[in-house]
């Protein structure tokens, strides 16, 4: 594996927190798709399960690239990550509850990461982009 450049961490960084969002978002779709459908509890369970291992990793992803570039407001962004990962905890630790209510977890999952997204992430997003152009005009 040759020499990775600073411009070149950046740009796939940039993909992969796209990437990774969509990959929540499907997630959440199957996990709607399981209620839907009354498949089995252990599936939904496990699927609850997939949804907070994946955003516990892509909160962690997020958090190295906000500390490795430097970023702006990333104490304020990690401390977002965190309210979600403990109501998420929280759910899970409710799930063997009869009458769980998968539709109001995808609900609040949903309206949080809309707004994260819009917000922080958003913000990541173009403090990534400025720091690529700022590498390209190096090379010119
Ligand atoms: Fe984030
Ligand atoms: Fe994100």
Redo the contacts with the bound molecule.
Sequence with gaps: MGRVDRKEVLAKALEGVDREHDMIYEILNKIQYSHTNHLSAGLRKSLIKELYLFLDFH?TS?ENLLVMFDCPDCEL?KK??DVLRHKLAELIGSLDVEDFDYGDLEEFVTEWLKS?TRH??AR?SQFIEIQCRHELGKES
């Design positions: 909160f997020e962004h977002e990550h994260h922080s992430d990541l």
